[in-house]
């Protein structure tokens, strides 16, 4: 399906008009199978979860860990490397301090980039989305490790946070600047 632009004034008023006439006629193939249109709270609720993802990975590469923290509600959990679950924000702190402290990184700039792809998201309903998808780690070494990333959102005063996030290491470089329980 090809998208065109099919509105010509400011984008809030008549964009939206357009998005929202557009959405109403989109076929969406839900996990049920059922198609149905697509409403415009469900594209807000998708977009709000690829912000976050982005700005999860954006965050932690450069050490902004208070920006990690507040994009998880505050009673969430997480799970990663030692399988441990976290509960809430400052619990989930740890998991990006711990790691930060306990790296190779030598005594040299550090290159940290993950990258995320095949974001797969499931919106349940107005409360609740699920999404799982696969990322990579670039630094120093080149490929660092890899895996998935499990996650629930929720929205926390009108604003879309993850509940619970998995984050699951598939394979690691032997040279990997992460100690296996770190990541």
């Known amino acids: 399906m090809k998208l ?3 509105w010509a004034g400011p984008w809030p008023e008549a964009g939206h008009r357009a998005l929202t006439e557009w959405a109403s006629g989109l076929p ?14 469900e594209l807000s609720a998708r977009e709000c979860v690829r912000d976050l993802v982005a700005r ?3 965050n932690g590469d450069t050490g902004r860990f208070d920006q990690v923290v507040d994009l998880f509600a505050p009673d969430a959990v997480m799970e990663s490397g030692d399988g441990l679950p976290r509960h809430g924000r400052e619990e989930i702190r740890t998991i990006f301090t711990g790691a930060r402290d306990a790296a190779r990184w030598g005594d040299h700039p550090v ?3 993950h990258v995320t792809g095949t974001l797969q998201i499931d919106v349940v309903d107005e409360t609740t989305v699920r999404s ?3 990322y990579f780690v670039i630094t120093d070494i080149g490929l660092d490790h890899w895996g998935r990333y499990l996650d629930e959102f929720r929205p926390v005063d009108g604003v879309w ?3 619970h996030r998995r984050v699951t290491v ?6 990997s600047l992460f100690l296996p329980d770190q990541t």
Do not use: I, M, Q
């Open 132 to 134: 799982r998808c696969y």
């Open 161 to 163: 946070k993850f509940a």
């Open 170 to 175: 598939d394979g690691r470089n032997p040279d």
């Open 4 to 6: 065109t632009r099919r």
């Open 56 to 58: 999860y990975n954006a």
């Open 111 to 113: 290159y940290l980039r």
């Open 28 to 41: 969406h193939r839900r996990p049920s199978g059922s198609e149905e249109a697509v409403e415009l709270w």
